[in-house]
């Protein structure tokens, strides 16, 4: 947790803003906050991809029945 020497307190790192500055003093508290899609988790990735198989395979299995392939 920041600890900020003009402002006497800590910070949760959500509570700075995007740069890592103290919103109270503007002094540099942490490092600047990833943006953009690498900030992402893994594992929601990992999610998306398998609704895309899952959702590609059902898309495959709707055409086979409608045309009667199956």
């Not at 893994?42 to 899952?54: Q, S």
């Amino acid at each position: 947790m920041p600890w900020c020497d003009p402002c006497e307190r800590f910070f949760n790192p959500n509570t700075l803003n995007r740069d890592g500055t103290c919103p109270s003093c503007g002094k540099q508290l942490a490092e600047p906050q990833q943006q953009g899609w690498r900030s992402v988790p893994w594992h929601f990735w990992l999610l998306l991809g398998a609704l895309v198989l899952y959702l590609g395979w059902r898309l495959i299995q709707g055409v086979a029945w409608a045309t009667g392939l199956f």
